[in-house]
């Protein structure tokens, strides 16, 4: 995942779009969603970060993110190496 403004590696809030890869709609298979929920818990507690709002689409994935002083694409690789696993 690239940052569109470096300067903004450390933040207080992030809006994120990420895909399934090639865009497949993933979010049609049973239990997609519960295993996206339970990866995204599981990193928030771990960075002790806060989710505001979150959209679970077919292809993709919106999330409003509160992680201060924390970088967004240490949280993301890490999120998605989770839910990769």
């Known amino acids: 995942m690239g940052l ?16 399934f890869k090639e865009h ?9 969603y519960e295993q996206l929920a339970e990866s995204l ?7 002790q970060s806060k989710l505001a709002a979150y959209v679970f689409m077919l292809s ?7 992680i201060d002083g924390k970088s967004l ?7 998605k190496k989770y ?3």
Do not use: C
């Open 73 to 79: 694409a240490a949280f993301m690789r890490d999120f």
């Open 4 to 19: 569109r403004y470096k300067e903004q590696q450390f933040g207080s809030s992030f809006f994120v779009t990420t895909t």
């Open 60 to 66: 993709h994935i919106h999330l409003f993110l509160f």
């Open 24 to 32: 497949a709609p993933f979010g049609d298979i049973s239990g997609v």
């Open 41 to 47: 818990s599981y990193r928030l507690n771990e960075t």
């Open 83 to 85: 839910t990769a696993q």
